[in-house]
């Protein structure tokens, strides 16, 4: 059971570029979750997802696509990347159901946009 | 909307004292309050949990203690050590409308001085 797995675990992209950021999950839970956070702050919510196809907007969503095509999967999607994108990415998931609610994040991915 | 605050950012303690954390949240209808440590570089990781229906929960030297009433729930960490430096956020998750997210604290950063 490896739990909630990010790739990759550090990327550069370059102002314009894009890229997604890969998020899978192995214990069949419902909610999955993406945030950012930036050096010596909290947790933003990006998207979230409460079941294959199945998305909805966080706080800060904008610059940032997501699709649930499948329960296990969850990637992000970042078109023309920007300086403001530079931060640490992780994913999360939790089953969601009463005596379930435990969230697990992923080991995070880090971006550097230049 | 749901809110939940946290109190305070930074909190610097002795090595073998204790250290609180506070935090309030706005929906009345929230039934489930984790607290996660993040330390340095990793993932956020669930350290103790509350649910609605307890007033205190112990895990060896953490504690969580709830006041529905005032909604307010604090953290409890007693006889310190280096290892608990690190940054602790709390959370909720809201009445059943709004059961798909959890809402985090700002965290607050400890340091444990030797």
New interface residues.
């Given amino acids: 059971n490896a739990g909630v797995t990010q790739t990759p675990k550090f990327r550069i992209l370059k102002i314009g570029q894009s890229m997604t950021l890969q998020c899978t999950q192995d214990m069949n839970h419902n909610?999955m979750?993406w945030y950012r956070q930036d050096p010596g702050?909290?947790?933003k919510?990006i998207y979230?997802s409460?079941g294959a196809g199945i998305t909805?907007k966080?706080e800060v969503p904008n610059g940032y696509n997501v699709s649930r095509s499948t329960t296990e999967d969850f990637p992000l999607r970042l078109e023309l990347a920007a300086p403001s994108q530079t931060s640490v990415y992780?994913c999360a998931s939790?089953q969601?159901t009463s005596g379930e609610?435990?969230?697990?994040?992923?080991?995070?991915t880090r971006l550097l946009v230049l | 909307g749901e809110n939940v605050e946290q109190h305070p950012s930074t909190l610097s303690v002795q090595e073998g004292d204790s250290a609180v954390i506070k935090c309030t949240y706005s929906d009345s209808a929230s039934n489930y309050f984790p607290w996660y440590k993040q330390e340095l570089g990793k993932r956020p990781q669930l350290i103790i949990d509350i649910r609605s229906n307890v007033g205190e929960k112990k895990d060896q030297r953490i504690a969580v203690t709830l006041n529905k009433t005032a909604k307010h729930f604090s953290l409890h960490i007693t006889e310190t050590q280096p290892e608990d430096s690190a940054v602790y956020f709390c959370a909720a998750i809201p009445g059943y409308s709004s059961a798909s997210k959890i809402i985090f604290g700002s965290g607050t950063r400890l340091s444990i001085r030797p």
């Fill in positions: 909610y979750y702050m909290g947790l919510l979230y409460v909805d966080g992780f939790r969601g609610e435990t969230q697990y994040f992923g080991p995070g």
